[in-house]
């Protein structure tokens, strides 16, 4: 089975411009998260979305947004880019019942802001 | 709030060396405690948990006991390979609905032949 699937691997963007990341669970995760991991520090929490419903949300300005489809794929939007949002995006999927605190990561996507 | 606190690194070690990482942690509740993997250009891979109180995660010879008196849960291997050079995170769950995951900042890892 594919593992979390994300797209684009790289985005260059300049500073102002929109940005719209993409995240494909593994079959059978209904629960979508999204980190962001600046360069040298550990994951930063941002949205986490089940059965399409916003569940949490991290410390991150309204200029992050995202929405979860029906078949549980996932985007991330971003507005107004800085250059402080150059960092690598994390989606990561996780099935319900006794293993539902295990998260599946994809392999994410860097974005650099010019 | 949540928070995790690893050891800063990097670490250095040679081949067949033992390794430890220390983690503490600081949660409301009782969490679920994990170490990430991270190599080179990739995403995170589990490397072990722990759901409660003296559970002992294990996986590829790593190993990390859930220690809530000491609010820790170091990582240790008895002889590290070069293929386990990496960035290791240390992080938590707690419940609730939301189930973020809450990490600490990391240590690089490299193994030496």
């Known amino acids: 089975d594919a593992g979390v699937t994300q797209s684009p691997t790289h985005l260059i963007k300049t500073r102002g411009q929109h940005v719209t990341l993409r995240c494909s669970p593994i079959s059978g995760h209904k629960s979508v998260s999204w980190y962001q991991q600046v360069l040298g520090q550990g994951p930063q929490f941002i949205f986490q979305?089940?059965?399409?419903?916003?569940?949490g949300r991290g410390n991150f300005p309204d200029r992050f947004s995202a929405r979860q489809f029906p078949n549980y794929s996932s985007e991330l939007n971003v507005n107004a880019l800085l250059l402080g949002d150059s960092a690598l995006y994390l989606c990561?999927?996780?099935?319900?019942?006794?293993?539902?605190?295990?998260?599946?990561f994809g392999a994410g996507t860097r974005l650099s802001v010019l | 709030g949540d928070s995790v606190t690893q050891m800063e690194g990097p670490v250095t070690l040679s081949e067949e060396a033992f390794l430890t990482i220390n983690c503490t942690y600081t949660a409301t509740g009782y969490p679920s405690l994990f170490w990430y993997v991270q190599y080179p250009g990739e995403g995170l891979q589990l490397l072990l948990k722990?759901?409660?109180?003296?559970d002992k995660g294990s996986n590829k010879g790593f190993e990390a006991t859930y220690r809530k008196e000491t609010t820790s849960f170091h990582l240790e291997k008895g002889s590290v390979q070069v293929s386990d050079s990496a960035v290791y995170f240390c992080a938590l769950i707690t419940s609730g609905s939301a189930r973020q995951l809450t990490f600490g900042s990391g240590t690089q890892l490299t193994v030496l032949p």
């Open positions: 979305y089940y059965e399409k419903e916003e569940r």
């Open positions: 722990a759901t409660k109180a003296d």
């Open positions: 990561a999927s996780r099935t319900g019942g006794l293993a539902k605190n295990i998260q599946y």
